[in-house]
Every structure is written in C-alpha cells, then in structure tokens.
C-alpha cells in the first residue's frame, strides 16, 4: 500500500538515485508549543531541504493548541496541502503525546472508558500499614497506584509453607477471619493524572472504549482529510498502546499490594473460554508457585487470555 512503485518488475534507476517520498525518512515532527501556519510551513520547506520525505505531525508536550480542536484540525489539512504542495507525505498521529487510547483524556471524561485493573493486597481499605501510591504521573499506563475507590470482588485465606509455596486457599467472607494470611482483591479504577490532562489512560480490553478512541480521533481526522488518504496521508501511526500490568511480590512473604491485569468482565469472558473455569476464585495461583509443584493450569489460561 505504501510502497505502490515496488509492483513493477524491475528497479528503476532513477528511483534509486533519487527516491521518491515514500522511500525517504519521516521523522516525529513534534508540535509542543503554540502552533502557527507560517511557521508549520516554513518548517515542512526544511524538512524537504534535508532530504525527508515526510513527517509524522506528532503532538507533543507543551502544545498549547488544543488537541483535535477546530484549529488543530484545519492546522493539519494545512499542512496536508502543503505537504502536497511540495511532493511529501502527511503521516497522522493519533493521539496528544501517548501511549494511544484515551484521546489526550477526550475519552476518559466518561468513567465508563477508564482503565481497570486488580489491585491484590494484605491490607484492606482504610488500613493505616497499605503504602498508598497515587497512579505515577508518566506516560505509561502499565503502573497504577492504590486510589481506595474502587470495589470488593474477593477476600482470601492464604497458606504458605516455610519456603513461601502455596499450600491450600480459598474464598472467604470480609468479614471473616482467615485461619493464615488474609488478602483482598479490590477492582480498581486508574487514578486521575496531569498526563492525561487531568483524565486516566483508556481501557484498551474494553471495545466500546475502543470504538469510542476511534470515533473521536480517527473519525476527526476522516472528516477534515479523508480525500488525501492514501495519497498525500499515508497512514496513521498509533504508538504503545497497553493494559495496566500485573505486578509480582519481591519474596514470596512479603506484604504489599501487587496489581494484576483486568476488566469488569474478565471472569465471564474466561469463564467462556475456558469451560466454566472460575478465575476469581484462583487469583492466589495467579501470585504464587504452588507447593506440589504442579504448573498453574490457571495461570497459564489467565495470560493466555
């Protein structure tokens, strides 16, 4: 699709010697402050000075135009004609800074589209010994924090052996004494950032929360310049998009919170796959190595899902 002169059969000289744009560079052209036609312009002729092809209109901290708005928009049809203009390419980005998802925090005004995730912990709501740490504010999605809002979804009986392999557990009620170790499973909602302009990372196991990523970004870009797609634009490029991982223990007794990866319908989906199996009720399996040694078949199921 890109590279539509590679179908002849044979190399044409020329192109080698001089390649068209297709065949040159286009590097991130970070846009990170207020953006002006005059300048976006000139910087494109220069672009072309040093022999690129291209350039991928990649916001960037400190744009202050806002992004996706009316004058974002008709800045990058701007540049799509001039790009034209000069015999270049337009590549789209898809989203303010990244990784892609949430639209610069467009989508995740509404809760529904925030990231989820697992918090397992030894320490319930409200306990004085839980390090708190808000979601870290960085580009990345793969770290939340402990917010405290989320829901109950399970509490445990743990037992361990002397060298930390799990022995027995079960599910238990809150309000019920373990007979060893006591963990709770809390579904947790991504904290709010600065990143995110004030919003979370989007919940990329979600489709709806998808879909509504590619209703607003690409489907701004379809109406402002879709008769240059293929032609002067190229392609979009997306970049890193993630899920909040799952975390692990340092050493097999120590207390603290660890996060696994997760969405409000993950039991049902696993369930579905897997004939019936119970995901919650195995989440131990999911931090420990059992004491017969025997390979977590849940485990396994739950990564391969």
Known sequence: MLYKKNNTKKLNPE?????????????????????EQKELEWQLEVLKKMGFGGAHMHVR?????????????????TCVNKAKKEEMLAWLY???????????????????????????TPYPYGDDRAQIEPTRNSASASYPGRTE?????????????????????????????????KWYA?????????????????????????????????????????????????AIFTDEPQFPAKSTLSYATEKKDVTLTWTDDLPDTFSKAYDGEDLL?????????????????????????
């Open 94 to 120: 898809d989203e303010d800074r990244w990784p892609s998802g949430p639209a610069g925090g467009i989508v995740t005004k509404d809760k529904q589209y925030r990231a989820r995730y697992l918090l397992f």
């Open 281 to 305: 009720s195995g989440v131990p399996e999911l931090i420990w190595e059992r004491a017969d040694r025997v390979p977590s078949v849940i485990r396994y199921h739950y990564h391969d899902h």
């Open 15 to 35: 192109l080698f010697h001089k390649p068209t744009s297709e065949y040159r560079g286009a590097p991130f052209w970070a846009w990170n402050c207020k953006l």
């Open 61 to 77: 901290t400190g744009m202050e135009t806002p992004f996706l708005s009316d004058e974002h928009m008709q800045l990058i049809k």
């Open 186 to 234: 809390y579904l947790e909602e991504m904290g709010e950032i600065a990143w995110w302009n004030g919003q979370t990372y989007v919940n990329t196991l979600d489709k709806k929360a998808v879909d509504r990523f590619i209703e607003v970004t690409y489907e701004t870009y379809n109406h402002t310049i879709s008769e240059e797609f293929d032609q002067t634009v190229p």
């Open 149 to 181: 809002e989320g829901r109950l979804l399970a509490c445990y009986d743990v037992e361990l052996d002397e060298n930390g392999y799990l022995v027995s557990y079960k599910i238990i009620n809150e309000n019920e004494e373990a007979t060893h170790e």
